[in-house]
């Protein structure tokens, strides 16, 4: 199987039509790294209408590869929001509750924050546990980041204008003043997303239309409706 081609755009009539062929990229994402040398998968997952999506059409998708090649997946968060995993915003939260309830991916392979550390250190903790799963990368090198899209263009938690945007020596930083609630959130950063392998953006409605033409990435989903 070959390896995703870059700069791919695909649209689509419905969330239901573009959550199906997400979790198809995912599979065969998953298929192809696991056939390689490494034999390992790491994902990066973001929120909001991504988890019910992934949590409706993936566990189907990835049925086929047969359920124990899940023991080699390492499963992380692109941002997170610094509230209790019980928390209606918690990301980690809603896939463990939609998602990975159905899909048994080891909990020692599951990446996720401390919410009960102050932000800063929240950050500082995240990218410790990030170095120890992709040990010898100066950088994590996702096989696959799943990233959304705001109507204002921010993905993870990466607003427009601000400062983290220039941020180029940590992997994980806080953010104190996200412009959007709750405003204490921990993100990856951009070296982060750039290096990974592959990167798909996923936008849903008509108000991200204007937004999406002025960005590219290595793969985008799209759905007007």
């Known amino acids: 199987m070959a390896a995703p081609a870059p ?18 990229l995912v599979a065969q994402r998953a298929t192809y790294c696991l056939a390689g040398a490494r ?17 409706r059409e ?28 019980e928390h209606a915003e918690s990301t980690y939260g809603l896939y463990r509750t939609h998602l990975l309830s159905k899909l048994p991916i080891p909990d020692s392979q ?17 990218a410790k546990k990030l170095r120890q ?11 696959l980041l799943i990233l959304g899209v705001g109507p204002d263009g921010h993905t993870c938690s990466l607003f427009p204008d601000h400062p983290l945007l220039q941020e180029r020596e940590k992997i994980v930083a806080p953010i104190s003043d996200s ?7 921990v993100t990856l950063t951009l070296p982060v997303l750039n290096a ?27 759905c007007p409706g």
């Not at 899940?70 to 209790?84: A, I, K």
């Not at 412009?179 to 959130?185: A, C, L, M, S, V």
């Open 179 to 185: 412009p959007k609630p709750p405003p204490q959130r």
């Open 39 to 55: 034999a390992r998968f790491s994902l990066g997952l973001s929120g909001g209408s991504l988890v019910s999506m992934l949590a």
């Open 133 to 143: 799963a992709f040990q010898g990368d100066s950088i994590p090198v996702f096989d």
């Open 7 to 24: 700069g791919l755009i695909s649209v689509f009539s419905s969330p239901q039509e573009l959550g199906a062929s997400l979790a198809q």
């Open 196 to 222: 990974a392998r592959t990167v798909i953006f996923v936008a849903t409605g008509e108000g991200k239309a204007a937004v999406l033409k002025e960005r590219w990435a290595n793969h985008l989903l799209y």
């Open 110 to 126: 599951v990446i996720t924050i401390n919410p009960q550390l102050p932000v800063e250190e929240a950050a500082e903790d995240y």
């Open 58 to 85: 993936l566990p189907a998708a990835i049925a086929p590869t047969g359920l124990p090649s899940l023991t080699h997946w390492t499963l992380c968060f692109c941002d997170e929001r610094l509230v209790p995993f």
